[in-house]
């Protein structure tokens, strides 16, 4: 199975890493290729995200197989007891396999109708135990800092992208590099959009007021932070920023295949990551502080 989604990548051969030849031999003792032109050995995950893994090709798949199905999420931590490996290497695998459902969409702009909008993630404030030393969570000299926003621009009837940044008027470059000229933007009141006039065609809707008037409407975008909000809470209880934008990104990937069945699904992420080369960021990441 991985070699035949190897070969889709790589345009029908096992082609060599190392010299990028596609005459190899197939071992016949073990599951590995030998490149006739420079000696070199690799396997069907060599050069992908998976490169240097360590686990199984049976287990890989069952950790595709186990994270394709959950609906708002897989954590890490349950992965690790279904699959009986430690927690960091489920959850490095999560982040290689969310790095790969990005890629996706690494080159999609959007167009037609989008919605936009956005939501802040993480930098919960605990209250101090006794009412009198609780201080005003809302004001920016009693925040941690750690507080994330997600924005998402999201196409009726297309794809689903996402930005994270410290506040929805960060995002505005993002968004005129990636929705087309001619496309309707749908936004909330927020200022944070005004400067989008000058570019778009808007509709703006007052949710203070109502959630649709007929001309404009983002539920969309809320559907999807809805997802994000749900996984955050009920599935990994607590998103460290630095990952968030994973995350986000995975949720998006879930929203757009979510009437699926879980077998496309999972054929749709393997062949991702088999398609993703070996990962900058993650590749050899232990996780030193395990995320809270
Ligand atoms: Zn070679």
Same mark, same amino acid.
């Given at each position: 199975?991985?070699?035949? +989604?190897?070969?889709?990548?790589?345009?029908?051969?096992?082609?060599?890493?190392?010299?990028?030849?596609?005459?190899?031999?197939?071992?016949?003792?073990?599951?590995?290729?030998?490149?006739?032109?420079?000696?070199?050995?690799?396997?069907?995950?060599?050069?992908?995200?998976?490169?240097?893994?360590?686990?199984?090709?049976?287990?890989?798949?069952?950790?595709?197989?186990?994270?394709?199905?959950?609906?708002?999420?897989?954590?890490?931590?349950? +992965?690790?007891?279904?699959?009986?490996?430690?927690?960091?290497?489920?959850?490095?695998?999560?982040?290689?396999?969310?790095?790969?459902?990005?890629?996706?969409?690494?080159?999609?702009?959007?167009?037609?109708?989008?919605?936009?909008?956005?939501?802040?993630?993480?930098?919960?404030?605990?209250?101090?135990?006794?009412?009198?030393?609780?201080?005003?969570?809302?004001?920016?000299?009693?925040?941690?800092?750690?507080?994330?926003?997600?924005?998402?621009?999201?196409?009726?009837?297309?794809?689903?992208?996402?930005?994270?940044?410290?506040?929805?008027?960060?995002?505005?470059?993002?968004?005129?590099?990636?929705?087309?000229?001619?496309?309707?933007?749908?936004?909330?009141?927020?200022?944070?959009?005004?400067?989008?006039?000058?570019?778009?065609? +808007?509709?703006?809707?007052?949710?203070?007021?109502?959630?649709?008037?007929?001309?404009?409407?983002?539920?969309?975008?809320?559907?999807?932070?809805?997802?994000?909000?749900?996984?955050?809470?009920?599935?990994?209880?607590?998103?460290?920023?630095?990952?968030?934008?994973?995350?986000?990104?995975?949720?998006?990937?879930?929203?757009?295949?979510?009437?699926?069945?879980?077998?496309?699904?999972?054929?749709?992420?393997?062949?991702?990551?088999?398609?993703?080369?070996?990962?900058?960021?993650?590749?050899?990441?232990?996780?030193?502080?395990?995320?809270?």
């Amino acid at each position: 199975m991985f070699v035949a +989604m190897r070969r889709a990548a790589k345009g029908g051969a096992p082609n060599c890493p190392k010299c990028g030849s596609v005459d190899c031999y197939r071992c016949k003792s073990r599951r590995i290729f030998k490149c006739k032109a420079c000696t070199a050995q690799f396997s069907a995950t060599s050069g992908t995200i998976f490169a240097s893994r360590k686990l199984s090709y049976q287990d890989t798949l069952a950790a595709i197989a186990v994270f394709t199905n959950g609906a708002k999420g897989h954590s890490a931590l349950q +992965m690790s007891r279904d699959l009986d490996v430690q927690y960091r290497t489920a959850f490095v695998l999560q982040l290689k396999l969310r790095e790969a459902m990005t890629s996706e969409v690494a080159n999609a702009t959007l167009s037609g109708t989008v919605e936009i909008d956005g939501a802040y993630f993480g930098g919960h404030i605990k209250p101090a135990n006794y009412k009198e030393d609780r201080k005003d969570r809302r004001l920016s000299e009693n925040q941690t800092g750690k507080r994330k926003c997600v924005v998402v621009m999201r196409q009726r009837g297309g794809r689903t992208l996402t930005v994270v940044g410290k506040s929805e008027l960060q995002a505005v470059p993002t968004i005129m590099e990636r929705v087309a000229a001619g496309t309707v933007i749908h936004a909330d009141e927020a200022a944070s959009w005004d400067s989008l006039h000058d570019h778009y065609e +808007m509709r703006r809707i007052n949710h203070s007021v109502c959630y649709s008037d007929g001309q404009a409407c983002t539920n969309g975008a809320e559907s999807f932070f809805s997802r994000l909000r749900r996984a955050e809470i009920g599935t990994h209880h607590s998103i460290r920023k630095a990952y968030l934008d994973g995350y986000a990104a995975e949720m998006a990937w879930r929203e757009d295949h979510r009437r699926e069945s879980n077998g496309v699904q999972f054929i749709g992420i393997a062949k991702s990551a088999m398609q993703s080369p070996v990962s900058r960021q993650w590749k050899g990441y232990w996780p030193r502080h395990l995320p809270k």
